[in-house]
């Protein structure tokens, strides 16, 4: 049974840099074609994808984020952990991690999914 | 970065109408294209991969097509548990962008 679990600040100010965790069980970041993806959801608007984690040690950003992003695991906890730095307001809202598969077939998806975590950012 | 159109933004209908959603990509993308559903306050939840596979456990009424360079949901007999919020994301090139969803309302 796969699970993933979102953790960190509820409240952080501006010019401040958000560190979130994704605690996981139930698959290795090891196997292949798995990774780890965050997607966030400002309120009221549209999902987002920011960054993956990939099982051959592959890291992708959003281009237009990629400057504030870094995305690193720590395999013994099972842990991916997604830091953005210089916190603005408009970066608030429910942070998600999600599995991602790349299956045999060159198909990437998202099949699991935390329950995500609430992000304000105001001083 | 490949940018996704999806239409309508918001619709509204009744339980067992047949309800399509479509997406569009700003460039190719081949077969490419997923579909998720997203519940206020809870994960989203993928309902097809690759255009037209069903993820396990997702019902039939549920399916995925392509016509030239639309990409379409369609919904058939819509159930009381399906108003929700649905995304299609290419899967083609990172970053893995997703469209800017469709809210299905009850009519």
């Known amino acids: 049974q796969i699970t993933l679990i979102e953790s960190g600040p509820t409240l952080v100010k501006p010019t401040q840099t958000l560190t979130l965790t994704c605690t996981f069980s139930?698959?290795?970041?090891?196997?292949?074609?798995?990774?780890v993806a965050w997607i966030r959801q400002p309120p009221g608007k549209a999902l987002e994808w920011l960054a993956i984690?990939?099982?051959?040690?592959?890291?992708q950003y959003s281009t237009s984020l990629k400057n504030r992003l870094s995305i690193t695991k720590d395999t013994s906890r099972n842990q991916v952990v997604l830091t953005m730095t210089n916190m603005d307001p408009v970066d608030s809202g429910t942070y998600f991690c999600?599995?991602?598969?790349?299956?045999?077939?060159?198909?990437?998806?998202?099949?699991?999914w935390g329950q995500g975590t609430l992000v304000t950012v105001s001083s | 970065d490949i940018q996704m159109t999806q239409s309508p933004s918001s619709l509204s209908a009744s339980v067992g109408d047949r309800v399509t959603i479509t997406c569009r990509a700003s460039?190719?993308?081949?077969?490419?294209l997923n579909w998720y559903q997203h519940k206020p306050g809870k994960a989203p939840n993928l309902l097809i991969y690759?255009?037209?596979r069903l993820q396990s456990g997702v019902p039939s009424r549920f399916s995925g097509s392509k016509s030239g360079t639309d990409y379409t949901l369609t919904i058939n007999s819509l159930q009381p548990e399906d108003f929700a919020t649905y995304y299609c994301?290419?899967?083609?090139?990172?970053?893995?962008?997703f469209g800017g969803g469709t809210k299905v309302e009850i009519k």
């Open positions: 984690f990939y099982w051959d040690e592959d890291k």
């Open positions: 690759a255009i037209s």
């Open positions: 994301q290419q899967s083609f090139s990172t970053p893995l962008t």
């Open positions: 139930g698959f290795s970041l090891s196997d292949s074609g798995v990774g």
């Open positions: 460039q190719s993308i081949a077969s490419y």
């Open positions: 999600a599995h991602s598969l790349h299956d045999a077939a060159d198909y990437r998806y998202l099949d699991y």
